[in-house]
């Protein structure tokens, strides 16, 4: 006769006790109806991970009052058995609650037994924070958007396996060569890789620690994402955060980022977005909203031409901007605005420019 509903373990609530200094002891009670355990291995399952760890048991076998799970009973033996076990609180992306569930196999045979410990800090846990932290004009790329990443893992770990997926979308989004390189490092830092321990390839890198592979879907011609895999476990308490730029074709509209985190079968997912706004903006004030107007000498008055000029300067705009504003044949310069007014300095480069600083 084998086991089966005689090898048991207590409810939920005594099994899980959440203690004061951040762990959480769990208890098995094994054979209460004293069957024969001998061939039989009981180990633990902590948050879908097999564990190796050391628990105490009582009364001690083979005269040890600790073993380590998972454990093997090799000889004759009808004892009841309480085993206890530590943990810490953690739990998996998207839950609440810790959970334990004992297992005992014996070849085809296995008996199990889940139970969970809620943990009031983590509502729902997400450990992942993804912020849009600034628009900026700078080198070859018109527009530039900056993204932040962070991995909070107060109360989790990421276990082999477990994987970042980063997706960029809205008006012409792309990761430019040198935004990509610069991406690479950032992401090489925050795991502290060394460079001798990555292996560039084209769409990416490998190592050890953590592989990165750019997307492109097959109809597109711009890179709009990447996806991080890791082949270790990374510990509870420890925080990953890095920070990258995107560019955009467009010069208004919308840009939008999506980051989603899945481990062990569980996922969590966050967004952010940042406004595009048009650099430069230039009209006519006789025809408001009109780039390209003309004009008989005979209507204007005092053979004046005016130009509007709006310049969006991003928030988290740190480089110097210059605008060169180009006049038509024949036409000088007369009037510029007061630096003290707009907030910029003017210069003539020429007759027929303005430089804009």
Known sequence: MWPGSDIYLLDAEK?????????????????????????????DVFNETDLRLEADIAPPVDGKDTIELPYRF??????????????????????????NKAVLEKGDESIEQEMGVYIPECEQY????????????????????RWNVLIDLS?????????????LSGEDPYFSPEQKEQLEKAVTDAFGLKES???????GF?????DLVWKKESWESKTKGFVITGHTVIEQGKNIAFSYKSGSGADSGTLYNKGVLKDRGHSVEERAEQTLLPLLEKWDPSLPGSTFTIHDRKDLTDDTLSWHVLIHI????????????????SVKCD???????????????????????
Not at 15 to 43: F, M, P, Q, S, Y
Not at 314 to 329: C, G, V, Y
Not at 335 to 357: C, D, M, N, T, Y
């Open 155 to 167: 109360y989790s770990s990421l276990q082999p396996g477990w994987m970042y997926e980063d997706t």
């Open 126 to 145: 997400d450990p992942l924070i993804k912020e849009g932290i600034g628009i900026l004009a700078s080198g070859n790329d018109p527009m530039q958007a």
């Open 197 to 203: 321990e990555i292996n560039k390839n084209e769409n």
């Open 335 to 357: 009037i510029l605005p007061p630096p003290e007014e707009v907030g910029a300095s003017f210069r003539l480069k020429s007759e027929q420019s303005v430089l804009v600083r």
């Open 15 to 43: 099994r899980g006790t959440k203690n004061a200094d951040g762990t959480i002891t769990w208890t098995i009670v094994v054979n209460e109806a004293k069957e024969e355990l001998n061939g039989w291995t009981l180990k």
């Open 74 to 99: 090799e000889q004759e033996d009808h004892t009841t058995y309480t085993i206890t076990c530590t943990t810490k609180e953690e739990v998996l992306l998207g839950w609440q609650q810790a959970v």
């Open 206 to 210: 490998t190592s050890g620690v953590i």
């Open 314 to 329: 991003p928030k988290s705009q740190s480089e110097a901007l210059t605008i060169t504003d180009w006049l038509p044949k």
